[in-house]
């Protein structure tokens, strides 16, 4: 699927951005780790959730939903399955978060095989796998060292162990299990890469009332969980996502005209809520008011260094808006943005340079220089927020921009081109064969 995009020079009107990933997928695992009905509202309804949902039904729980309302319910802990075989899709959240869910099960001794699609059997499991046969779980790799699919048997008792800190979702995923394991626990994580993601982990486990401590020695995090305790049902509302939003904020602040972002928190621990304060700081007028943001666009924005370790999901936002700032942009200490759906930093410095973009890529980020852009076709590498960011650099360009793999965007944010096009966009969905 292919989308087409033309140059866009004035957006306005008010859009609501959808629900949180990170946080409808959290959501959703602690739902299931709680003995009783949990309700979530405003929960984002895309590829990824549903692999969540599914997931979940597979480990026995009961979920319904109705208008952006989830309501699952759960037999608590050890969770049931009858299944020889749990898919996770692509989803990356979903996958490294369950892993470790596999040894609070019934009949944990039974194996049981964790798949993905694709695109997940290519990204790094193995600094969680070995972690989790530290903490009681026996894990074998069914095909390829170091990758999924595994088998996984055993139960989750707990002890000490050490994960790698280069995706935050590797600690993230223990520190949700890890309090209901039999005994306690020592993890410790170098070099932390992504830390608010693991602080919206943190975050729930507050909520919850968990025990455990936290405490920092140079580069390296040591988080001591005290095992036997219990999650409780709940009700919350699901913050509106900064990472889908980020394409509506680029794209309001890079053209002329007015656009109002409602049900935006800046006080929700996403770190992406931090292109707002990155765009202010290049020149962009933008008004934050507690639920909403005003973002008025046609701002000259200058070139700026952004470390974006902890906002790898911005880089090809970021890139984008670089083509447009005086002078140039530097990402950089972000390596992790090699190792998401796809190489980020090579598919942003491919698609922008074809665009007409000067770009100097380095292991760890990229130098974007201002650049005048020309629309022609590029790759979208089946990666959804190079395909979003893309569809950004398309509506500054002269021309058509023709983006392959336009589907991808299905995987955190289905009504994206609907969205564009209500507050003034032109791109739209085209046959192959007229592209």
């Known amino acids: ?153 055993g139960m989750l008792t707990g002890g000490i162990a050490e994960v790698d800190g280069i995706t935050s979702q590797y600690i993230s995923a223990l520190l949700v299990s890890l309090p209901c394991a039999e005994n306690d626990s020592e993890i410790t994580v170098k070099n932390l890469h992504e830390r608010p993601y693991m602080e919206m982990t943190l975050n729930w486990l507050r909520e919850q009332h968990i025990q455990f401590t936290h405490r920092t020695e140079k580069n390296t995090d040591i988080y001591h969980i005290k095992g036997k305790q219990k999650y409780k049902n709940f009700v919350t509302s699901i913050a509106g996502d900064f990472s889908s939003a980020s394409y509506l904020i680029a794209a309001a602040a890079l053209t002329e005209g007015c656009v109002e972002l409602s049900g935006l928190n800046m006080q929700d621990p996403q770190g992406d809520k931090r292109l707002v304060t990155i765009l202010q700081d290049m020149g962009a007028d933008i008004t934050i008011k507690p639920h909403s943001l005003i973002i008025q666009g046609g701002k000259k924005l200058k070139g700026i260094k952004v470390d974006a370790n902890d906002i790898p999901d911005l880089l090809p936002t970021l890139a984008v808006i670089g083509t447009q700032a005086i002078g140039k942009i530097e990402i950089h200490n972000v390596r992790q943005a090699r190792i998401k759906e796809t190489d980020r930093i090579h598919s942003m410095t491919d698609g922008l340079t074809r665009l007409g973009a000067k770009i100097d890529e380095y292991e760890d980020g990229l130098t974007v220089y201002q650049s005048k852009l020309l629309g022609t076709k590029v790759k979208g590498y089946g990666d959804h927020r190079t395909v979003m960011a893309l569809s950004l650099a398309g509506m500054l360009a002269d021309g058509s921009t023709i983006i392959e793999d336009a589907e991808a965007i299905n995987k955190t944010y289905p009504a994206y081109i609907k969205t564009m096009q209500s507050i003034g966009a032109k791109m739209e969905i085209i046959n192959e064969i007229n592209a």
């Open 1 to 153: 699927m292919n989308l087409k995009v033309e140059k866009s020079l004035t957006l306005n009107g008010k859009v609501v951005p959808p629900g949180s990933k990170s946080q409808s997928i959290r959501g959703i695992i602690f739902a299931l780790l709680s003995e009783g009905e949990s309700t979530l509202m405003n929960i984002l309804d895309s590829d990824d959730t549903q692999d969540a949902i599914r997931v979940c039904e597979n480990l026995g729980a009961k979920i319904t939903t109705h208008d952006n309302q989830l309501i699952l319910k759960s037999g608590g802990l050890p969770v049931n399955t009858n299944a020889n075989t749990i898919h996770t899709g692509n989803s990356g959240i979903t996958t490294r978060f369950i892993l470790p869910v596999l040894g609070l099960r019934k009949n944990s001794l039974q194996p049981i095989i964790i798949n993905c699609g694709e695109q997940m059997r290519r990204r790094p499991i193995h600094s969680l796998v070995t972690a989790l046969t530290h903490l009681g779980l026996t894990i074998q790799y069914v095909e390829n060292a170091g990758v999924l699919p595994v088998s996984v048997s």
